[in-house]
């Protein structure tokens, strides 16, 4: 008597796996657009509640607060970088009241994820009490290797700030 034998065989298995092979070749590079995809909406998401903060503080406090590129030369005391560096909004931002951060900051943030940038805006930025700016303001965020997609925030000069896709060409 013959019993049967259930199973693959070894060249059903390599068919198999070859064919796995090449779905997860093609999924590869869209995970990664995704994946891009998500950090920058996530890091212009934080940005934009960040200067919507500022706006709302400077409203309810009727005085100035400002948004400043974080140095983070230092990460124990927290210290706006230098207004010319035209990467430092990169590397996180600190909103504060008045125009020059000596009085405990009112949100603190993290650095971008690697490889994006924030424009070359001048640090700081000083919503007034009426929760107005001096001037329109565009901060562009973008992926130095993916020109196609990214985000644009503006804040007009009556302070309302909008978020925006937009090519990084």
């Not at 230092?74 to 009085?103: E, Q, Y």
């Not at 490889?115 to 001096?134: C, D, I, K």
């Not at 565009?138 to 130095?144: E, G, M, N």
Request: charged share 15%; net charge positive; glycine share 6%.
């Amino acid at each position: 008597m013959r019993i049967a034998q259930t199973g693959f065989t070894l060249m059903e298995l390599l068919v198999v796996i070859a064919i796995a092979s090449v779905l997860t070749g093609l999924a590869v590079p869209s995970f990664r657009d995704s994946i891009r995809s998500a950090e920058a909406r996530n890091a212009a998401t934080a940005f934009y509640t960040a200067l919507n903060r500022a706006r709302s503080e400077a409203i309810a406090s009727n005085s100035q607060v400002s948004i400043c590129a974080r140095d983070v030369s230092n990460l124990g005391t927290p210290a706006c970088a230098n207004g010319s560096n035209s990467t430092a909004w990169k590397n996180g931002w600190i909103v504060f009241k008045g125009t020059t951060l000596n009085t405990t900051p009112i949100l603190i943030n993290e650095p971008l994820p690697d490889q994006f940038n924030l424009g070359s805006v001048t640090s700081p930025q000083t919503f007034f009490g009426n929760g107005q700016v001096a001037a329109e303001v565009r901060f562009d965020l973008c992926h130095v290797s993916d020109a196609t997609r990214g985000r644009r925030l503006i804040v007009t000069r009556s302070g309302r700030v909008s978020l925006e896709q937009r090519d990084c060409t």
